[in-house]
């Protein structure tokens, strides 16, 4: 049963587009949304997050969206760099389990930013 | 570089062997939490240890086993492999016991077991 869903596994946007990825999640009880960056041959790098409390969580060129009532959320990427190749995780957490790095994770979706 | 090291890089092995994977986390680090990525999946948790105690258990086999020694190095025991034990084994490591949320994990770059 997967509780956090990416169903795109790829993506190709244009140098200097909008990246938007998406994920949507199952669980209710999850309060605690990630995002990670994965390159080949290294591990995943943290790179934005947001709790439910909020809908929207801004860090530089990346911004996360959360709809709770849809259970999904986005990652934008304004403006897309050839560098943002990568695949990206979304990740959900339920902080008030206390075990907050028992993090489920989508099955990524391989970016590609064209030059 | 996220300053956790996991060793070996790759590992082939034959089904029913055991092998060992080894995490070094980031100096200062007390918590270690392996994960395995299987093909076209996302990371499944499988279980963390703090400060040599184990925290916290997630979707870990009997056939698998970890521990976390004094100098906060980890090992995962996998044994009785099976062909489906086939993927990428990250450990990640954090500094506190794991409910400060806001902290991310730092990942190492792998451990590939393939078995044949």
């Known amino acids: 049963d997967q509780q956090v869903k990416q169903n795109s596994p790829s993506l190709s946007v244009q140098e200097g587009r909008i990246s938007i990825l998406n994920c949507d999640y199952t669980n209710s009880m999850f309060d605690y949304f990630l995002w990670y960056k994965k390159y080949p041959a290294e591990g995943p790098t943290f790179l934005i997050s947001?709790?439910?409390?909020?809908d929207k969580n801004e860090d530089g060129r990346f911004t996360v969206f959360l709809n709770k009532s849809a259970k999904h959320l986005s990652l934008h990427i304004v403006p897309s760099q050839p560098g943002d190749s990568a695949v990206y995780f979304c990740?959900?957490?339920?902080?008030?389990?206390?075990?907050?790095?028992?993090?489920?994770f989508g099955s990524g979706t391989q970016l590609t930013v064209l030059p | 570089d996220s300053g956790v090291t996991q060793t070996p890089k790759h590992l082939i092995t034959a089904t029913g062997q055991r092998v060992t994977l080894r995490c070094s986390p980031r100096?200062?680090?007390?918590?270690v939490y392996w994960y395995q990525q299987s093909l076209d999946q996302g990371l499944q948790f499988l279980i963390q240890y703090y400060n040599g105690e184990e925290r916290a258990k997630g979707n870990i086999l009997e056939r698998f086993s970890a521990q976390q020694f004094p100098d906060l190095h980890s090992e995962l025991n996998l044994s009785s492999l099976e062909l489906g034990d086939s993927a990428l084994y990250f450990c990640a490591s954090s500094a506190g016991a794991g409910n400060e949320y806001n902290s991310p994990l730092h990942f190492g770059n792998g451990t590939r077991l393939t078995v044949t």
């Open positions: 990740a959900a957490n339920r902080i008030s389990s206390g075990s907050a790095r028992q993090l489920t």
């Open positions: 100096s200062g680090d007390l918590s």
């Open positions: 947001i709790s439910s409390i909020k």
